[in-house]
């Protein structure tokens, strides 16, 4: 039914901005109450929820990372995107776009969202 897909570049340098987008078929991300969320993994790492932009809009973001942290979508597309800014090489993870049901947008838990993106490597390396 619904299926997600990253895209962008698996390869950023540091100090530079990563650049994500994830296109949403067979459902659209209006629709209530869905939340669409960023989750990275690093190698060796657990799961890192980045954040989420609400079927209303409202972003919402990890502590950790809102400095560095814009999410922003395009209804038009159904596509939501990811910015990451001043990366480095900490930040190299496979990232997934998914969506989470209702509030449990925010877990690291992987059965907290019904639906994943395959994932896509970002190394951040010069």
């Known amino acids: 039914q619904v299926h997600l897909q990253e895209s962008g570049p698996g390869l950023v340098k540091p100090s530079q901005t990563l650049s994500l987008t994830c296109t949403v078929s067979?459902?659209?991300?209006?629709?209530?109450?869905?939340?669409w969320s960023w989750i990275r993994q690093p190698p060796g790492k657990g799961l890192e929820w980045m954040g989420a932009?609400?079927?209303?809009?409202?972003?919402y973001y990890s502590p950790s990372l809102k400095s560095r942290t814009s999410i922003s979508r395009d209804t038009s597309k159904n596509q939501f995107s990811l910015q990451l800014s001043s990366v480095n090489p900490d930040d190299t993870a496979v990232y997934y776009c998914?969506?989470?049901?209702?509030?449990?947008?925010?877990?690291?838990?992987?059965?907290?969202?019904?639906?994943w993106g395959q994932g896509t490597q970002v190394t951040v390396s010069s």
């Open positions: 998914a969506r989470a049901q209702g509030l449990r947008t925010g877990s690291n838990r992987k059965d907290d969202y019904d639906y």
């Open positions: 067979g459902g659209s991300i209006t629709t209530n109450y869905y939340y």
């Open positions: 932009i609400a079927y209303s809009g409202s972003t």
